[in-house]
């Protein structure tokens, strides 16, 4: 969430950052926010006041006698029965009041693009070329069958639709994938982690994926358990409800979980192949961050993600995500989209956000100079993917794809494989 004095102290400032999100909705909230945040600071004097008087009278009636005592008992009912009045009003005050400040997204940076949609995404640089056939590229899902890597179909009787089988060569890709990932960012100085898939709502909340988004959520029946969509969560909850030392910072960890997503929004044109899917494994890049560097430290985890994708000589483009694409809990967010000659496109393979202290604030993590100082604020959090493996292995296949069917390995992978091509199977 943003910081609520911010929104009292500078409101048309919040709004006028707000308006190029383009959604009235917001601009009312915070309006409303400003109305709710006054009676709740109004209400929350008047009960304290209520309640000293009480605890005054609390004490002074043992002292009396007769109609003196008469008088106080009823003068003491009456502050009871306000005070009743007074907490229940401050009560749906706050809860309203609360309800608000959950929903207002994050304030963009000045560099975010404006736009009303991904077509208004802007291409900041590219890295590679588009490879070159003799022959029709084919697509990946087509691949997949030929090379017998992949079995959807069964997927589908199993589990429903948008799951899958990996097989044979695909399985062993996946793990090198991985594998690949966790040494690069090893060398840059991540923390290596194995994270839960699943968390608690307060993680949820904390990292920005509720109350908002509930529907893409899986969720285990009368237990407060659900599914992750992504690491980030989990890493983001590590510290939830701590304070770190400046000279921790920054932290620099790294999630390989399976990712749980319903993708309710997400519309038939994907239906094909692996692209989009309910689940999938993934290596994923989060840092907590002093305030003060938290751009550069966005910087350097794009760089980090372009690295993976140059080492697998992948032609890709780096965009500035617009006003009208950026979700709610990013200040900005960088997207790498790789080039899949199959589907004649760039497609989405890396998400890097940098979320301010807006997740921090609803998680709770300060940080302050050493033991004992006082707090100095909340840090902030960013979060990109290093590898969705689903997609990687999408690109590769597209990308390196003979005209026979086979499939050549990148070279950085032939060490954690122990083949350098897939062979069709099925003619």
């Not at 070159?132 to 899902?141: L, N, Y």
């Not at 890493?235 to 701590?242: C, K, T, V």
Request: charged share 30%; proline share 4%; glycine share 6%.
């Amino acid at each position: 969430m943003i910081d609520p004095k911010l929104i009292r102290e500078n409101p048309e400032f919040v709004k006028e950052n707000l308006a190029i999100r383009k959604n009235d909705d917001y601009l009312k909230m915070v309006d409303e926010f400003l109305e709710k945040d006054a009676k709740w600071r109004e209400l929350t004097k008047e009960v304290e006041n209520l309640r000293k008087e009480r605890n005054q009278f609390a004490k002074k009636i043992p002292k009396l006698t007769g109609d003196e005592k008469t008088a106080a008992l009823e003068t003491m009912k009456k502050i009871k029965d306000d005070l009743g009045t007074k907490e229940a009003e401050l009560e749906n005050v706050a809860e309203r009041r609360q309800w608000l400040l959950d929903r207002i997204p994050n304030l963009l940076h000045d560099s975010v693009p404006y736009g009303e949609s991904d077509e208004d995404n802007v291409v900041i640089r590219t890295w590679g070329n588009k490879p070159e056939f003799q022959f029709q590229p084919r697509d990946h899902h087509e691949l997949m069958e030929i090379l017998d890597i992949c079995d959807i179909e069964r997927a589908r009787k199993v589990s429903g639709a948008r799951f899958y089988y990996l097989k044979n060569e695909a399985t062993i890709l996946e793990l090198a994938l991985i594998q690949y990932a966790l040494e690069l960012l090893q060398k840059e100085g991540f923390q290596l982690f194995t994270t839960p898939t699943l968390v608690r709502r307060d993680a949820l909340y904390g990292t920005g994926f509720l109350p908002t988004g509930e529907e893409d959520i899986y969720t285990i029946k009368d237990e407060d358990l659900h599914l992750i969509g992504t690491s980030e969560v989990a890493l983001g909850a590590y510290h939830m409800n701590e304070t770190l030392l400046e000279s921790e910072l920054p932290k620099n960890y790294c999630g390989i979980s399976s990712c749980f997503r319903t993708e309710a929004s997400a519309t038939t044109k994907d239906d094909k192949g692996i692209f989009r899917v309910h689940e999938f494994k993934k290596v994923e890049m989060f840092k907590f961050v002093h305030p003060d560097t938290s751009w550069n430290e966005q910087e350097k985890m794009i760089d980090i993600a372009e690295k993976v994708f140059q080492g697998l000589g992948i032609h890709y483009q780096v965009v500035n995500i617009c006003t009208g694409d950026i979700g709610a809990v990013a200040a900005r967010k960088y997207d790498i989209e790789a080039w899949l000659p199959g589907q004649r496109r760039y497609r989405e393979v890396v998400s890097c956000s940098n979320c301010t202290d807006y997740q921090a604030r609803r998680l709770n993590v300060k940080y302050r100079e050493k033991e004992g100082s006082p707090v100095k604020g909340f840090v902030h959090t960013l979060n990109s993917t290093a590898i969705a493996t689903v997609r990687a292995i999408i690109a590769i296949l597209e990308n390196y794809q003979q005209e026979d069917g086979t499939v050549i390995i990148p070279e950085p992978l032939r060490k954690y494989t122990g083949f350098d091509k897939i062979i069709p199977k099925k003619t």
